[in-house]
């Protein structure tokens, strides 16, 4: 009796233990893969040329081509398996990099001189924004998107009329005062003439 349930015991902790390491693997698989991205507010950041693993002496992205502006976060795919990619976020310059392990150490370089990065949180990148089943932009980011830009267009062009209706009224305006004027000078010059021609009579 006391064999049989010593071998209960054994069965019971066998698969426990084959859990334990399962899932201590998928925590592994999970944290390999998660991103790791830094920022760059440095006057070189714009034209970096190579970002690597300073301990392994690896490059993970290479620029080759100083003329072509770093691309935005918002258009630029995601980087592929243990490599980075480099846009911009506003006025700020990231690093995303993707599968790295925890022993890579990065450093960036513009033509050779050392470039400062910190630690930030990852901007958001083009497979970021929602898609639907075919891989287009949803229909609530396409609104999200062109409502603002509607709107611009809209206050834009009610600005343009405005100014036109403006321009045309003030033109208008003052035309009917130059007629007005003129036709005051033309009674003042008849008055003045007839003043003229009744002062020899007077006299």
């Avoid at 698989?29 to 440095?42: E, F, T």
């Avoid at 932009?137 to 403006?166: D, Q, T």
């Amino acid at each position: 009796m006391g064999g049989e349930k010593k071998a209960y015991l054994v069965e019971l902790r066998v698969p426990y233990r084959h859990l334990l390491i399962d899932h201590q693997h998928r925590t592994k698989r999970c944290h390999k893969m998660s991103l790791r991205c830094y920022y760059s507010n440095d006057s070189l950041a714009a034209n970096a040329t190579l970002v690597f693993d300073d301990r392994n002496d690896v490059n993970l992205w290479r620029r080759t081509d100083l003329n072509e502006p770093l691309p935005l976060c918002t258009s630029t795919p995601p980087a592929s398996n243990s490599s980075c990619l480099v846009c911009l976020v506003e006025k700020s310059v990231s690093v995303v990099c993707r599968n790295l392990s925890e022993t890579v150490h990065l450093m960036m370089e513009a033509a050779e001189n050392p470039v400062q990065m910190s630690k930030n949180d990852c901007p958001k990148l083009l497979s970021d924004i929602p898609r639907d089943e075919n891989g287009t932009l949803s229909y609530k980011h396409i609104l999200a998107i062109c409502v603002p830009i509607a709107i611009i267009i809209i206050i834009a062009i009610i600005i343009i009329i405005a100014a036109v209706v403006g321009y045309r009224y003030y033109k208008r305006q003052k035309k009917e005062q130059d007629g007005v004027n003129k036709h005051q000078s033309i009674e003042m010059k008849d008055l003045m003439a007839a003043a003229d021609q009744r002062s020899p009579e007077t006299e």
